[in-house]
């Protein structure tokens, strides 16, 4: 597969927040404008920030949205990309990088589509090493958009490296409409796996923003059996709010904090005491703006032990045009250096998944409107402005 690389140095952004207070409001960004052509600058940053073409699709109205998958690095220093092709010939497939993402070899199958007369497919897989450093595969199978919605989400797993793989079996038991996206599986520091969830509580209806709660399910055999959550986080109930394709973190007190998805034009968090197994009510990130939905992703920073929010900030014509980074340096309370991953009000970005790779280079995966994209990203770059 041939690569295209183009070296962005994102510099310094009309609008872009300052460290925000607790409880403050952030302010709105000027008009979104496209990001740097190829090859080109900004004055006032040197941190690295490469983006690479690594699946060329044909240009669409949206982005490819139920596409991008996750990272994971090998035992031998490569990095393997998982991804969604439809079709007969297409599944979970994969691709390997040798260079720390700068080309990537040609595509293969990890898990092929389910076969005729199975009406569903599979999407939005995940990568993880779990404790005794086998590799688990986590992927949603789909009914949508036939309804009533129905989806499950199953995994598989390899001894190794992915050169086999088990049977699949079930993560998720729930009837109904249920799902873990892309680059969603979280281990904690006791070994314990949360994967977080979805689920379309409220039925009957036929709208694919509407009726979900926020919710996780957890492993402490490595990934062989899997508990939900004992309750959800419902904001449809107390306030109409859907609470979709939730993230999360462990603290530095041991608690975990969701970091979840809505149409209200804020992102919702929550809070676990107990490991993933009970969630407190889900209240708005006021401070955070997110007009069109886009699922979100948090991760903590290893070199720095910061969070790293990222969500979508901006929309333009029902496309989710600005794919933005934030940092909090005391847990989620307050943020500070704002930056855009990618912003453009002609294109649509989104379902990231992120691996750090040492203490220097974090790689990003998303989506645009002609396939998905790989940015390698010097850490520095995150604290720009």
Request: charged share 25%.
């Amino acid at each position: 597969m041939q690569q295209t690389i183009t070296l962005l140095t994102m510099g310094l952004l009309l609008g872009l927040s300052a460290a925000l207070a607790a409880g403050q409001t952030a302010p709105r960004d000027s008009e979104p404008q496209p990001s740097p052509p190829a090859g080109t600058s900004q004055a006032g940053s040197k941190a690295l920030f490469e983006e690479i073409h690594v699946v060329k699709k044909p240009k669409q109205q949206y982005g490819y949205r139920g596409m991008n998958g996750d990272f994971l690095r090998m035992k031998d220093g490569s990095i393997l990309f998982c991804y969604t092709e439809g079709g007969e010939q297409g599944g979970i497939m994969a691709v390997r990088s040798s260079d720390g993402g700068k080309t990537w070899a040609p595509p293969w199958v990890l898990v092929p589509q389910p076969r005729p007369p199975a009406r569903g497919y599979y999407c939005h897989p995940s990568l993880l090493r779990v404790q005794n450093d086998e590799i688990l595969l986590t992927y949603i199978y789909s009914t949508y958009p036939a309804t009533p919605y129905y989806a499950k989400v199953f995994f598989r797993r390899s001894a190794d490296e992915g050169q086999t793989w088990a049977e699949q079996f079930l993560v998720t038991p729930y009837p109904g409409y249920t799902l873990v996206h892309n680059d969603k599986l979280l281990s904690l520091k006791d070994g314990r796996i949360i994967a977080m969830a979805e689920h379309k509580e409220y039925l009957p209806s036929t709208e694919d923003h509407s009726g979900y709660v926020g919710m996780s399910f957890y492993s402490d055999d490595n990934g062989h059996s899997w508990y939900p959550s004992k309750n959800k986080v419902d904001l449809c109930r107390t306030h109409g709010i859907e609470v979709q394709e939730p993230d999360a973190a462990e603290l530095k007190d041991g608690r975990l904090l969701m970091f979840a998805r809505t149409y209200s034009g804020h992102p919702v968090r929550a809070y676990s005491s107990d490991r993933g197994e009970t969630w407190s009510e889900g209240e708005l990130i006021k401070e955070l703006e997110m007009p069109a939905g886009g699922m979100p992703t948090l991760r903590r920073i290893p070199r720095t032990g910061d969070l790293l929010f990222i969500w979508n900030s901006e929309a333009s014509e029902g496309r989710r045009c600005a794919l933005t980074a934030i940092i909090s340096q005391d847990d989620g309370e307050t943020f500070s250096h704002k930056r855009f991953i990618a912003r453009d009000p002609d294109d649509d970005f989104g379902y990231q998944c992120i691996e750090f790779i040492g203490d220097d280079l974090a790689l990003l995966a998303y989506h645009k409107r002609d396939g998905l994209y790989v940015a390698r990203v010097g850490i520095d770059w995150f604290y720009g402005e």
